[in-house]
């Protein structure tokens, strides 16, 4: 049968399917979790997740390769076949394990695919574009702080990852970014043909002396949900330690929005702190929530004090709640895009657990060339804004994409772990007008890959590439490093401890999103593995916090 006749033969089957489920719907709370803005086609028999973004006819006639019980489904905006497990039930929990708590309603998260192996001879390439969002890994400490195991969907294994601080070392003076890779077996792995990669990339730092003046404008959601759990008391302490790191140089506006919007500070010099932190310490929760309008305004606001040559940054904080005006992330970004002028990027902080819209808050960042954290703690905050505060606010980089090159000579198959939300076309890696993701000073990046080598392969594994645009001066740039089977680690127990530390993490994600390719593992198999790099990492709090969490959400049931 040809690839044409095949497809058609798919398309065919779907329909009925499609149309009697009602999936053409919005996306639901957690407890539906069909994605926004794409069509179900067919339910059909198949061994393994697929999530591509190849040719769609080729990947129809790799559908046996995936397990049962799956749909495909064809992405309206870009071509995409995404194949999925769907969980009819939520399994019991175990004999001993510990009862899940209240688990919080209304939480709105995005299927978005798991990633799957692809032979090097059909596919050698692998692009995506970085992230640093980190807020998918604090939201799950939430939920397990809290009593309850998180949502799959929430779960983003690269945001877990990422949280983490890495080994890598710093480029050389004049030069923005290094590529690091490393590779070892472990014991997540398919079977002893089977390597984890390690890809990272690091940033130039900039001392906190040397960071660029600031423009801010804040926009606040002061709607009635915000009062829910102390949410909008949790933004003021945050903000008002963002305010303490302020310089005479910068400038702090504040807008706030319910029904509709209005401005509660004009731009006012970083040496006003007290006149800042007045107009913030009075807000309370009000009414309705029009993020629209909000984020409008707070646009016009950054446009009319934008400083060129500074850090020009719209901070909204919110719950991800909207009820008035345009709702959707993508319907919210047509309407306010035209305030977004060039030089002024995003950042979304997200609070509160029930009734609260992850997908809006992380797509919205993504859309404006910034980035997404979740603030669950006061510490958190100060993390993000005080410790972290020059690579959280300056940008090094603007649309900075990665693609890896495999050698099939030496590579079978690959699996990226995680980004399935960060795709890029293997095509647009060198289309510099293609949008990807902005870097901050000091940051960065670990991308994990599974790969299968051939029998007593060696020589080049792959060739990493690097291409971002340098936001002060728009040009771009492009660099590349070579990595050999001789440079890779005879086992995991010579692996340095913080790629141990980003395998344990990636599972531990793996086996909370319910990941076809974590079946088998268990969180108490994690745990094991975690007390072994915790003891290689004693003197890391974040450590120490995750061998605690992998030990409570261990005795959640899974």
């Known amino acids: 049968m040809s690839r044409k006749a095949i497809w058609f033969l798919v398309l065919a089957i779907g329909l009925i399917p499609s149309l009697a489920c009602g999936l053409f719907a919005e996306p639901k709370p957690v407890s539906q979790s069909a994605p926004a803005g794409k069509v179900m086609l067919a339910t059909v028999p198949v061994e393994k997740p697929v999530v591509v973004e190849k040719e ?4 129809v006639e790799k559908i046996k390769e995936v397990p049962k019980e799956v749909v495909v ?3 309206k905006v870009v071509e995409k076949v995404v194949v999925q497990t769907v969980v009819v039930e939520k399994p019991p929990v175990p004999p001993g394990a510990t009862p899940a708590g209240p688990s919080p309603q209304d939480m709105f998260f995005q299927n978005y695919g798991v990633n799957p192996f692809m032979d090097t001879e059909d596919d050698h390439l692998s692009t995506f574009a970085m992230d640093v969002d980190t807020g998918s890994y604090t939201l799950a400490r939430q939920y397990i702080n809290d009593g309850n195991l998180p949502p799959k969907d929430a779960v983003r294994v690269e945001e877990f990852v990422n949280y983490f601080t890495q080994d890598y070392a710093y480029p050389p003076e004049g030069q923005a970014f290094a590529i690091h890779v490393d590779s070892a077996h472990f014991p997540f792995a398919e ?3 089977y390597r984890m990669m390690r890809v990272g990339i690091q940033g130039y730092a900039v001392p906190p002396e040397k960071r660029k003046d600031m423009s801010l404008t804040f926009v606040i959601d002061v709607s009635g949900s915000m009062a829910d759990g102390g949410r909008l008391e949790l933004v003021k302490q945050a903000l008002q330690l963002l305010v303490q790191q302020l310089r005479p140089s910068d400038s702090v506006g504040i807008v706030v929005y319910t ?4 401005v509660v500070l004009e731009h006012t010099s970083g040496a006003q702190k007290e006149t800042i932190l007045s107009a913030i310490r009075p807000l309370q929760p009000e009414s309705s929530t029009n993020a629209e309008a909000g984020l409008k305004l707070g646009y016009e606001q950054a446009n009319g004090a934008f400083k060129a040559g500074a850090i020009n940054r719209v901070i909204l904080c919110s719950d991800g709640v909207a009820n008035v005006g345009q709702t959707g992330p993508g319907s919210i970004w047509e309407q306010i895009k035209g305030y977004a002028s060039e030089g002024i990027t995003l950042a979304a902080v997200g609070v509160g657990m029930g009734n609260y819209n992850d997908v809006l808050l992380e797509q919205l960042a993504d859309n404006g060339d910034g980035f997404y954290v979740y603030v669950d703690t006061l510490a958190e905050a100060r993390r ?11 940008d090094i980089a603007l649309d900075a994409k990665v693609q890896v090159d495999f050698n099939p000579e030496v590579v079978v198959r690959y699996r990226l772990i995680g980004f399935e939300n960060r795709a890029v076309a293997d095509q647009d890696f060198r289309v510099d007008t293609v949008k990807a993701a902005a870097i901050g000073a000091g940051h960065k990046v670990t991308a994990l890959y599974e790969i299968r080598l051939q029998p007593d392969a060696a020589g080049r594994v792959a060739t990493v590439y690097m291409r971002w645009k340098d936001p002060d001066t728009q ?5 590349n490093r070579k990595f050999n089977t001789s440079d890779m680690a005879a086992s995991s127990n010579a692996a340095p401890p913080r790629f141990q530390l980003d395998v344990v993490v990636s599972e531990c994600a793996e086996i909370l999103r319910e990941s076809y390719w974590a079946r088998g593992s268990t969180l108490v198999g994690v745990l094991e593995q975690a007390e072994v790099v915790g003891r290689l990492l004693p003197n890391d709090a974040d450590v120490v916090e995750f061998v605690e969490l992998v030990r409570k959400a261990s005795k959640l049931g899974k």
Do not use: H, M, P
Request: proline share 0%.
């Open 191 to 193: 079977s002893e043909r």
């Open 73 to 75: 489904e064809k992405e």
């Open 475 to 479: 040009e771009v740039a492009e660099i």
């Open 56 to 59: 769609v006819v080729k990947e």
């Open 259 to 262: 029904d509709d919007a209005r």
């Open 384 to 394: 993000v804004f005080v410790d972290n505060l020059t690579s959280t606010l300056q």
